[in-house]
């Protein structure tokens, strides 16, 4: 005979089904194929038996006292030492189950057996409810098992040789064989009038068989359930597979009965259940007429250290097996008649926390349950509203329990995308037990929202909006206003995105004028993290732009008024412009007037924040434009803004001594933006992508750091270079630009990013066919790996040298001289720029160069018939500047120092010009008579 169960272990989560194979069939609702035949003969307890004997009341009392005597002589082959049996012990434990498996299984068979001569009547219904009843007696309940029997799971299934294992699953199949026979009987045989005895205490005397055997098992089980809670800190609900399955068939067992007699349900027998064990119901025989040997007394309350905790646990684990009960038989649960228990344990909990008598951590456990529990029934309006009767209440709440981390507090540090992703993560991802209650809260609702229909949304939405006045919007702390947002944001998610975003901004609207900086940079986080809801969803709410702008213009006035408090409103203006950072499809009004105004009034340290987050804002836009997401006009309107309020910034500042590097990065993005200039067709805009590049890469005015860096960046871009190959002599100018570059950047021994760029540059420069004929032509070698960039300028400069000693006309030296003009012609104006910073690195570095240059090629960069010509002006400027020469002596000491320690290779560099010559000779004289006064000042 085959056993119900074949045990899998230990059950910390729903489990594979632990049934038989053949007693599947049965369980699948097959449970007319096993038939008895009338004839036939079978061996039983260590008798030969007709099957007809099942119907003798006779054979069947006598059946049932062997029953009893088997199951105390395998009760008393436990060891409760754990240790196995022998072979042949196990061999006799497994036999003596397997008969009584065997006689309870006939015993059924015969409410399934078709004979002519054979019938039921109520005398043997009556018979069979009291054998029924002794056999009850007699096992007694399964948490009364000693303590060693109901561990008695293993995972080697029936083959196990332990004896507590067989007495563990003889009893749970006995409770399952009884609760089918009574089944059977009283479904089978319904126009019978019998006898129904009483057998247990606390229930009605005239409830059927089924509903106290039912019951009776149903409070068993749970007590075993409640031992377990309390062993296992709430992980496992079970004892073993086995006792799973138990309340799966016990389950499925009342409902069938419920369909067939149209009483009660699983449901409401568990509703009963519930109340009981919080109503703290003592069952107890006072006031009974029943003697106490004929009736099973339950042991008293469900013990548990939290009894409205563990009905919540409970619940959620039941209602996942009334679930996987249905399933299992290929049917649709009934889903939307199950929640008046919930809503009994949410009106309990809701009071008790108003009382005092629940803390937020027994909060938590209720609701994450509850979610698990919810999410597996239809939504239930009623659900949400119970809770946001209770939230409602509690916003300015941080939810903590004391002692405990504060991981579950909601954070007021997020930024746009984290509290974006965070809202979304509560929506898609399963409940987390360390969220706290208020999460829970917004997880449950979640689920709720997302399978209620359209009026249901609607008619939720309004009981949420109702709780909101002014006063109410006034009381919010900052805590408050992170749980409000994480509400609407959660509702925005879900439901129709314009109707909350619309709503919240009324709300915002009532306290507007009363707001705190703390306030107001939480709430103009949270306006943007609904503008990327809105984006993500391709809707538009132009109120919402406006309303930030208006924020972020107050947040300007008193950024300028602020004083001591600037630091505070500057991190608004920064939240302001992480906003921007982060959105794809930025309204035009948002990149307004006072975006311009503060570019303006920023100092050096925010300067650089705030540049930042401009050029990830205007990569964005670029990446939109090039992916063709977006409407012509709406690139219009977004280009023209970017151009009137940060372009002319931009090309201003990057002009002064020291300007921040992300202006060579925006000045970049500007240039792209120039090249999409005949697709968007922004009016008003003159800049074309070549008058970008002479003007950041090549215009002397420009800071050497800006235009080494905007240089080296878009020589990177091979779509860019297309486009400078358009400009006429651009390698002059490349070559040029380098030199300026050298000249104002220092030379050190640890790569920064300003040398890198500029090493860059150097290595465009190489590259260019005209600088490699220069080289070439004077018999050099080209460089090669340019760790300093500026042994590439002393090449050219010794290239043009040695070119110069190897001109046999005046026209090859004219055409020379052209060349070292149009190369090193504004070395006065990049000198002067270094002059004007005083920055001793830079100094000496311009100076070694220049000084050099002249020694090298002062016959290139001096002609009689100029007064102005290169050379005249690096003496007249970077040499003898006014401020020597006025005898003021107001000439910076370390320039002074500089000239001092380069001076002689100047002189030697005139040297080398016509000894006839004047002009040379009277500047020869006065630089050597200047310097050496000034050496003995």
Same mark, same amino acid.
Request: charged content about 20%; hydrophobic content about 40%.
């Given at each position: 005979?085959?056993?119900?169960?074949?045990?899998?272990?230990?059950?910390?989560?729903?489990?594979?089904?632990?049934?038989?194979?053949?007693?599947?069939?049965?369980?699948?609702?097959?449970?007319?194929?096993?038939?008895?035949?009338?004839?036939?003969?079978?061996?039983?307890?260590?008798?030969?038996?007709?099957?007809?004997?099942?119907?003798?009341?006779?054979?069947?009392?006598?059946?049932?006292?062997?029953?009893?005597?088997?199951?105390?002589?395998?009760?008393?082959?436990?060891?409760?030492?754990?240790?196995?049996?022998?072979?042949?012990?196990?061999?006799?434990?497994?036999?003596?189950?397997?008969?009584?498996?065997?006689?309870?299984?006939?015993?059924?068979?015969?409410?399934?057996?078709?004979?002519?001569?054979?019938?039921?009547?109520?005398?043997?219904?009556?018979?069979?409810?009291?054998?029924?009843?002794?056999?009850?007696?007699?096992?007694?309940?399964?948490?009364?098992?000693?303590?060693?029997?109901?561990?008695?799971?293993?995972?080697?299934?029936?083959?196990?040789?332990?004896?507590?294992?067989?007495?563990?699953?003889l009893h749970l199949e006995m409770r399952l064989h009884l609760l089918e026979l009574v089944y059977s009987l009283e479904t089978k045989c319904s126009g019978l009038s019998y006898t129904v005895p009483t057998v247990c205490s606390g229930l009605s005397e005239d409830c059927s068989m089924f509903a106290q055997i039912s019951s009776l098992l149903l409070w068993d089980l749970t007590y075993l359930t409640a031992r377990q809670y309390s062993k296992d800190s709430g992980n496992s609900a079970f004892h073993c597979s086995c006792v799973q399955q138990l309340w799966i068939s016990l389950i499925r067992l009342s409902d069938d009965y419920s369909n067939e007699k149209g009483l009660d349900s699983f449901w409401i027998k568990f509703h009963h259940l519930i109340q009981l064990i919080?109503?703290?119901?003592?069952?107890?025989?006072?006031?009974?007429?029943?003697?106490?040997?004929?009736?099973?007394?339950?042991?008293?309350?469900?013990?548990?250290?939290?009894?409205?905790?563990?009905?919540?646990?409970?619940?959620?684990?039941?209602?996942?097996?009334?679930?996987?009960?249905?399933?299992?038989?290929?049917?649709?649960?009934?889903?939307?008649?199950?929640?008046?228990?919930?809503?009994?344990?949410?009106?309990?909990?809701?009071?008790?926390?108003?009382?005092?008598?629940?803390?937020?951590?027994?909060?938590?456990?209720?609701?994450?349950?509850?979610?698990?529990?919810?999410?597996?029934?239809?939504?239930?309006?009623?659900?949400?509203?119970?809770?946001?009767?209770?939230?409602?209440?509690?916003?300015?709440?941080?939810?903590?329990?004391?002692?405990?981390?504060?991981?579950?507090?909601?954070?007021?540090?997020?930024?746009?995308?984290?509290?974006?992703?965070?809202? +979304?993560?509560?929506? &898609?991802?399963?409940?987390?037990?360390?969220? $706290?209650? #208020?999460? *829970? @809260? !917004?997880? =449950?609702?979640?689920?709720?929202?997302?399978?209620?229909?359209?009026?249901?949304?609607?008619?939720?939405?309004?009981?949420?909006?109702?709780?909101?006045?002014? +006063?109410?919007?006034? &009381?919010?702390?900052?805590?408050?206003?992170? $749980?409000? #947002?994480? *509400? @609407? !944001?959660? =509702?925005?998610?879900?439901?129709?995105?314009?109707?909350?975003?619309?709503?919240?901004?009324?709300?915002?609207?009532?306290?507007?004028?009363?707001?705190?900086?703390?306030?107001?940079?939480?709430?103009?986080?949270?306006?943007?993290?609904?503008?990327?809801?809105?984006?993500?969803?391709?809707?538009?709410?132009?109120?919402?732009?406006?309303?930030?702008?208006?924020?972020?213009?107050?947040?300007?006035?008193?950024?300028?008024?602020?004083?001591?408090?600037?630091?505070?409103?500057?991190?608004?203006?920064?939240?302001?412009?992480?906003?921007?950072?982060?959105?794809?499809?930025?309204?035009?009004?948002?990149?307004?007037?006072?975006?311009?105004?503060?570019?303006?009034?920023?100092?050096?340290?925010?300067?650089?924040?705030?540049?930042?987050?401009?050029?990830?804002?205007?990569?964005?836009?670029?990446?939109?434009?090039?992916?063709?997401?977006?409407?012509?006009?709406?690139?219009?309107?977004?280009?023209?803004?970017?151009?009137?309020?940060?372009?002319?910034?931009?090309?201003?500042?990057?002009?002064?001594?020291?300007?921040?590097?992300?202006?060579?990065?925006?000045?970049?993005?500007?240039?792209?933006?120039?090249?999409?200039?005949?697709?968007?067709?922004?009016?008003?805009?003159?800049?074309?992508?070549?008058?970008?590049?002479?003007?950041?890469?090549?215009?002397?005015?420009?800071?050497?750091?800006?235009?080494?860096?905007?240089?080296?960046?878009?020589?990177?871009?091979?779509?860019?270079?297309?486009?400078?190959?358009?400009?006429?002599?651009?390698?002059?100018?490349?070559?040029?630009?380098?030199?300026?570059?050298?000249?104002?950047?220092?030379?050190?021994?640890?790569?920064?990013?300003?040398?890198?760029?500029?090493?860059?540059?150097?290595?465009?420069?190489?590259?260019?066919?005209?600088?490699?004929?220069?080289?070439?032509?004077?018999?050099?070698?080209?460089?090669?790996?340019?760790?300093?960039?500026?042994?590439?300028?002393?090449?050219?400069?010794?290239?043009?040298?040695?070119?110069?000693?190897?001109?046999?006309?005046?026209?090859?030296?004219?055409?020379?001289?052209?060349?070292?003009?149009?190369?090193?012609?504004?070395?006065?104006?990049?000198?002067?720029?270094?002059?004007?910073?005083?920055?001793?690195?830079?100094?000496?570095?311009?100076?070694?160069?220049?000084?050099?240059?002249?020694?090298?090629?002062?016959?290139?960069?001096?002609?009689?018939?100029?007064?102005?010509?290169?050379?005249?002006?690096?003496?007249?400027?970077?040499?003898?500047?006014?401020?020597?020469?006025?005898?003021?002596?107001?000439?910076?000491?370390?320039?002074?120092?500089?000239?001092?320690?380069?001076?002689?290779?100047?002189?030697?560099?005139?040297?080398?010009?016509?000894?006839?010559?004047?002009?040379?000779?009277?500047?020869?004289?006065?630089?050597?008579?200047?310097?050496?006064?000034?050496?003995?000042?």
């Amino acid at each position: 005979m085959q056993f119900i169960f074949n045990c899998t272990g230990s059950s910390n989560a729903m489990c594979e089904s632990s049934f038989s194979s053949e007693r599947s069939q049965w369980y699948l609702g097959n449970g007319d194929t096993f038939l008895l035949n009338y004839k036939d003969r079978i061996n039983l307890f260590g008798y030969t038996l007709a099957c007809g004997d099942f119907f003798c009341q006779t054979a069947v009392d006598n059946l049932f006292s062997l029953l009893r005597q088997h199951i105390t002589e395998l009760e008393s082959t436990i060891d409760f030492s754990g240790y196995k049996q022998t072979e042949n012990q196990a061999t006799e434990l497994t036999s003596k189950r397997s008969d009584i498996a065997s006689f309870l299984t006939l015993l059924k068979a015969i409410f399934t057996t078709r004979a002519e001569h054979i019938s039921i009547d109520a005398d043997y219904a009556s018979f069979l409810n009291g054998k029924i009843k002794g056999l009850l007696l007699h096992v007694g309940l399964l948490h009364h098992l000693p303590r060693s029997v109901q561990t008695g799971y293993s995972q080697e299934g029936n083959s196990c040789s332990a004896a507590k294992f067989h007495v563990w699953h003889l009893h749970l199949e006995m409770r399952l064989h009884l609760l089918e026979l009574v089944y059977s009987l009283e479904t089978k045989c319904s126009g019978l009038s019998y006898t129904v005895p009483t057998v247990c205490s606390g229930l009605s005397e005239d409830c059927s068989m089924f509903a106290q055997i039912s019951s009776l098992l149903l409070w068993d089980l749970t007590y075993l359930t409640a031992r377990q809670y309390s062993k296992d800190s709430g992980n496992s609900a079970f004892h073993c597979s086995c006792v799973q399955q138990l309340w799966i068939s016990l389950i499925r067992l009342s409902d069938d009965y419920s369909n067939e007699k149209g009483l009660d349900s699983f449901w409401i027998k568990f509703h009963h259940l519930i109340q009981l064990i919080l109503d703290d119901v003592s069952f107890s025989s006072e006031g009974q007429e029943i003697e106490m040997s004929d009736v099973i007394h339950l042991s008293g309350d469900i013990q548990a250290d939290n009894k409205l905790v563990f009905c919540f646990w409970l619940l959620q684990h039941v209602a996942a097996l009334h679930s996987q009960c249905f399933e299992n038989r290929g049917q649709k649960e009934p889903k939307s008649n199950n929640h008046f228990t919930l809503l009994s344990l949410l009106e309990r909990v809701m009071l008790a926390q108003s009382k005092g008598a629940a803390g937020e951590k027994e909060l938590r456990t209720c609701l994450f349950s509850c979610e698990a529990t919810a999410h597996l029934w239809e939504p239930n309006i009623r659900i949400v509203e119970t809770l946001w009767d209770h939230f409602s209440k509690k916003l300015n709440s941080s939810f903590l329990v004391p002692g405990v981390s504060v991981g579950g507090i909601a954070s007021v540090n997020k930024s746009v995308p984290e509290w974006l992703h965070t809202v +979304r993560q509560r929506i &898609e991802k399963p409940a987390n037990r360390e969220q $706290n209650s #208020f999460c *829970l @809260f !917004l997880k =449950l609702l979640a689920s709720q929202v997302q399978r209620m229909s359209e009026n249901e949304t609607k008619r939720l939405k309004g009981r949420f909006y109702s709780k909101f006045h002014h +006063r109410k919007m006034s &009381e919010l702390t900052e805590t408050g206003w992170t $749980n409000f #947002f994480d *509400l @609407f !944001l959660t =509702l925005a998610l879900l439901t129709d995105t314009q109707d909350v975003t619309c709503k919240m901004l009324d709300f915002l609207d009532m306290v507007l004028s009363v707001l705190a900086d703390g306030r107001c940079t939480h709430i103009v986080r949270a306006c943007f993290v609904l503008l990327l809801i809105n984006e993500s969803k391709d809707t538009e709410v132009p109120l919402l732009a406006l309303k930030l702008q208006e924020y972020f213009t107050s947040a300007f006035r008193q950024l300028l008024n602020s004083g001591r408090q600037r630091t505070q409103w500057y991190s608004l203006v920064i939240q302001y412009l992480e906003g921007l950072e982060h959105l794809q499809d930025i309204p035009p009004s948002l990149i307004g007037e006072t975006l311009k105004k503060l570019l303006s009034e920023c100092r050096e340290q925010e300067l650089s924040r705030v540049l930042i987050a401009l050029t990830n804002a205007l990569n964005n836009f670029l990446e939109r434009i090039h992916s063709g997401k977006q409407a012509a006009q709406t690139k219009a309107l977004q280009a023209a803004a970017w151009w009137s309020n940060i372009f002319p910034f931009v090309k201003s500042h990057a002009a002064t001594l020291t300007p921040p590097s992300q202006l060579a990065e925006l000045a970049i993005l500007f240039s792209r933006l120039a090249l999409y200039q005949p697709t968007i067709q922004v009016p008003c805009v003159r800049e074309s992508f070549l008058s970008l590049f002479n003007y950041f890469g090549l215009n002397e005015s420009v800071s050497a750091s800006i235009s080494a860096q905007y240089l080296s960046s878009l020589f990177e871009d091979s779509s860019l270079v297309d486009h400078v190959k358009l400009e006429c002599d651009v390698e002059t100018r490349l070559i040029q630009a380098l030199w300026k570059c050298c000249l104002q950047t220092p030379v050190h021994g640890v790569m920064t990013p300003r040398s890198m760029h500029l090493q860059n540059l150097a290595r465009v420069v190489i590259s260019l066919p005209k600088f490699q004929q220069e080289i070439l032509a004077a018999g050099l070698q080209l460089p090669v790996g340019p760790e300093n960039p500026h042994n590439v300028i002393m090449v050219l400069i010794t290239a043009l040298k040695r070119r110069w000693s190897q001109c046999c006309n005046l026209l090859e030296k004219r055409n020379l001289q052209l060349k070292a003009e149009a190369y090193f012609g504004s070395t006065a104006k990049y000198g002067v720029r270094v002059m004007k910073g005083g920055n001793v690195d830079e100094l000496r570095t311009m100076y070694s160069l220049v000084s050099r240059l002249v020694k090298n090629c002062s016959p290139l960069l001096y002609s009689k018939i100029r007064s102005n010509y290169v050379l005249v002006e690096i003496i007249n400027t970077l040499v003898l500047p006014q401020s020597v020469l006025s005898r003021k002596f107001l000439l910076h000491p370390a320039v002074r120092v500089a000239i001092q320690q380069h001076v002689s290779l100047i002189l030697e560099g005139l040297q080398t010009l016509d000894k006839q010559d004047d002009y040379i000779q009277q500047q020869h004289k006065n630089i050597q008579t200047t310097w050496a006064k000034l050496d003995t000042a």
